[in-house]
């Protein structure tokens, strides 16, 4: 059942793949996600943060990673990040019942780590509290 994930990615390791293999960007990163990190000085922190979004959003779906890049991150000025889902996960998402629109995930990163939280919500439905 779709619900909550979670990931960490530390930022050493990430900065540490980007300069040994520098064609990893674009394996898994969209053009529109690398441009994003790229206008940051320690763009290994975003990346970081958009890598571990992606993983979160598999781990809420309860599909795990099942396509590198089948999760896009979305940041436009002054509004929480969004995603795009496409390929194998929006396949696995519209098995499960859930839209796009349902994915809500918020990212936070420092210079060792960074974390990304997903949770999936369905728009129009109340959480009934004890």
């Given at each position: 059942?779709?619900?909550?994930?979670?990931?960490?990615?530390?930022?050493?390791?990430?900065?540490?793949?980007?300069?040994?293999?520098?064609?990893?960007?674009?394996r898994l990163f969209t053009e529109e996600e690398i441009a994003y990190c790229e206008k940051f000085r320690f763009a290994e922190r975003h990346y970081a943060g958009r890598w571990a979004a992606k993983e979160a959003v598999t781990k809420a779906l309860g599909c795990g990673l099942i396509q590198w890049n089948g999760v896009e991150v979305l940041r436009q000025r002054r509004r929480p990040p969004t995603v795009r889902i496409f390929g194998k996960i929006q396949k696995f998402a519209d098995m499960v019942g859930v839209r796009q629109e349902d994915l809500f995930i918020s990212i936070t990163h420092s210079e060792l780590s960074a974390v990304a939280v997903c949770v999936v919500r369905k728009e129009g439905v109340e959480a009934h509290l004890p």
């Open positions: 059942m779709p619900g909550i994930g979670v990931d960490v990615v530390d930022v050493e390791r990430m900065k540490f793949a980007l300069e040994r293999t520098p064609r990893i960007r674009r």
